[in-house]
């Protein structure tokens, strides 16, 4: 079956398996979906290649796209500004790739209230709010204060994603049968 070529949205809750799902989809079937390039103002890392990880710019030129509308969906975490691209996705969507975005709600409610785009949404729910807060802890990425501010955010996601009508949740209580339903719901026609 063909999948459908639009954008993919994926969110939910840090810690929820969003990483672990896409990875599988990935791999499951290569040459077909790929991530999209984010712009961002921060300084890029020891190894970071501008274009791969991700397009480098400063505030200015990040200012200047933003106005011209050229962002999907835009954030700023910290002092950084975050975006993702139009025209990346286009490009992308061009060579027949669909284009996955893993994103959090702010960046689905701008997706959302954007015309120019219409992609499918996909959330992803923990079984109960102790699963979500034990892989939190038993992935071992991030420290105490961390946890708490992303299990804080959590409930936020979480009725953000009931509130949505005609978009695809899916509860990731076992990691396959999630996996099951989202490559379903991917390759559908
Ligand atoms: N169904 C599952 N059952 C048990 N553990 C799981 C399941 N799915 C994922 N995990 C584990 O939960 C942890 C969090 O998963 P993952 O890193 O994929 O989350 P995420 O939603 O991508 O988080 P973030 O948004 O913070 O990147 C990982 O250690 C992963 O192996």
């Known amino acids: 079956m063909a ?5 993919l949205v994926i969110s939910g809750p840090s810690g929820v398996g969003k990483g672990s799902l896409i990875e599988k989809l990935f791999n499951a079937h290569p040459n077909t979906f790929t991530f999209s390039v984010s712009h961002t103002t921060r300084k890029p890392r020891a190894g970071e290649v501008d274009g791969k990880s991700y397009f480098f710019v ?4 990040f200012e200047t796209l933003k106005s011209e509308g050229g962002f999907v969906e835009s954030a700023k975490f910290g002092s950084n500004s975050y975006g993702t691209s139009h025209r990346t996705i286009a490009e992308q969507t061009a060579k027949g790739l669909i284009v996955v975005l893993d994103i959090e709600m702010n960046g689905v409610r701008q997706i ?3 015309p120019n785009i219409e992609p499918r949404y996909v959330f992803i729910q923990p079984p109960s709010m102790q699963a979500l807060e034990s892989r939190l802890r038993g992935r071992g990425t991030e420290n105490e204060e961390d946890i708490q501010r992303r299990l804080g955010q959590a409930s936020a996601e979480l009725e953000f ?3 949505q009508v005609g978009d695809k949740i899916i509860v990731n209580d076992d990691l396959e049968t999630a996996y099951q339903e989202l490559e379903a719901f991917v390759f559908q026609e």
């Open 58 to 61: 400063s505030q200015e030129e």
């Open 112 to 114: 959302k209230e954007n």
């Open 161 to 163: 994603a009931n509130a």
């Open 3 to 7: 999948p459908s070529n639009k954008t």
